[in-house]
């Protein structure tokens, strides 16, 4: 069974740095995607970034130039560098996997989820 578990999320003051990480157990594929997902209260799930077998990266809008999603020689830790944070990144952030190779940043693309990993960007 596939398991994605994250961390590394906390409070930071707006202008700060945090690097999330996701660690994918009971998986092995030639084809994938994994992607960070966000939502905040009251709010739609939105996608983030993601990253296929290729390391190929899509960015949403809002967090490019800023985060940046990377996955370990393994291909089995998925990390996203968040900079220059501000205050409407706080939500809770996901990990999400599927074993087809989309690269989308739509929720329903993908199949396997973690728990999450709150940050708080406040003074």
């Known amino acids: 069974q596939v398991q994605l578990v994250e961390s590394g999320g906390g409070l930071v003051q707006p202008g700060g740095s945090l690097r999330l990480s996701c660690v994918a157990s009971?998986?092995?594929?030639?084809?994938?995607?994994m992607a960070w997902f966000r939502q905040r209260p009251g709010k739609e799930r939105e996608g983030v970034a993601t990253i296929d077998h290729y390391d190929i990266t899509v960015y949403a809008d809002s967090v490019k130039g800023r985060f940046t999603t990377s996955q370990d020689s393994t291909r089995n830790i998925l990390f996203l560098q968040m900079n220059s944070l501000k205050p409407e990144d706080s939500a809770m952030y996901y990990c999400?996997?599927?074993?087809?190779?989309?690269?989308?940043?739509?929720?329903?693309?993908?199949?396997?989820w973690g728990q999450g990993t709150l940050v708080t960007v406040s003074s």
């Open positions: 999400a996997l599927n074993a087809v190779g989309n690269l989308s940043l739509r929720p329903g693309s993908y199949n396997v």
């Open positions: 009971g998986f092995s594929a030639s084809r994938y995607a």
